[in-house]
């Protein structure tokens, strides 16, 4: 079975001041691990991916996640905050080469200026 | 290579009509998810297809609910007699084949209004 917890439904943090979105999973399988980025009554934009390969992931815009075996955690995180970084973020779970993807309830980020 | 369509961007129907909406996966691209958004919170699965064939449907309602990916022409998800509750958007994504990184690509979705 799998399943993906985002510990925090909102995150608010200073333009400028680093972003930490966190993110837990289990998964029966190999896991393919993602994060997705939606504004405000648009789509979702793929952040990253984690499919086995280097364990820290670099991503578009400035994240970057590091996918920890050991805590099953798959934390997104950013240096810096911008103002256009204000948006939903779900972390998502599937195996790879499978098809059954596990959304995560998703965090919201605010950025103050 | 345009990404994942979906129309119509918005959908307002009355109770107990039939709503219908449309997803053109990726060029090359013959695999389509499709999963609902209610209100503040995340997408949940609803059916997993591909050309003519419905491989997982473990998300949909039993009910009203129906989904085809014909041979020719875009992915239809089908809602019939809809109630105030289908009120959600709905996202489409597609994958080019099972065997890959399971990476899906969405389209900008499908806003669902029931008066």
């Known amino acids: 079975a799998q399943s993906v917890t985002q510990l925090d439904s909102h995150v608010s943090v200073s333009e400028g001041t680093p972003v930490l979105l966190r993110c837990n999973y289990s998964s029966s399988y190999s896991p393919s691990l993602f994060w997705y980025v939606q504004h405000p009554n648009k789509g979702l934009q793929l952040l990253l991916k984690?499919?086995?390969?280097?364990?820290l992931v670099k991503g578009i815009n400035g994240f970057e996640a590091e996918f920890k075996k050991s805590e099953t955690s798959f934390h997104l995180t950013k240096p810096s905050a911008h103002m256009s970084d204000a948006a939903e973020y779900f972390c998502v779970v599937t195996h790879t080469g499978g098809f059954k993807t596990i959304f995560g309830a998703g965090t919201r980020l605010f950025v103050k200026a | 290579n345009a990404g994942v369509m979906q129309n119509p961007r918005h959908l307002v129907r009355r109770r107990g009509q039939e709503a219908r909406l449309r997803c053109s996966p990726m060029?090359?691209?013959?695999?389509v998810y499709w999963y609902r958004q209610l209100p503040e919170e995340g997408l949940k699965f609803m059916v997993y297809?591909?050309?003519?064939?419905?491989?997982?449907e473990s998300g949909m309602p039993k009910e009203r609910f129906s989904a085809e990916f014909p041979k020719e022409g875009p992915s239809i998800l089908r809602i019939q007699q809809v109630v105030r509750g289908d009120s959600a958007a709905y996202f489409c994504?597609?994958?080019?084949?099972?065997?890959?990184?399971?990476?899906?690509?969405f389209g900008p979705g499908t806003r669902l209004l029931v008066l």
């Open positions: 994504a597609s994958s080019p084949e099972i065997g890959a990184d399971g990476t899906q690509y």
């Open positions: 060029k090359g691209h013959s695999h």
């Open positions: 984690y499919t086995s390969a280097a364990t």
């Open positions: 297809l591909q050309k003519e064939n419905i491989i997982d």
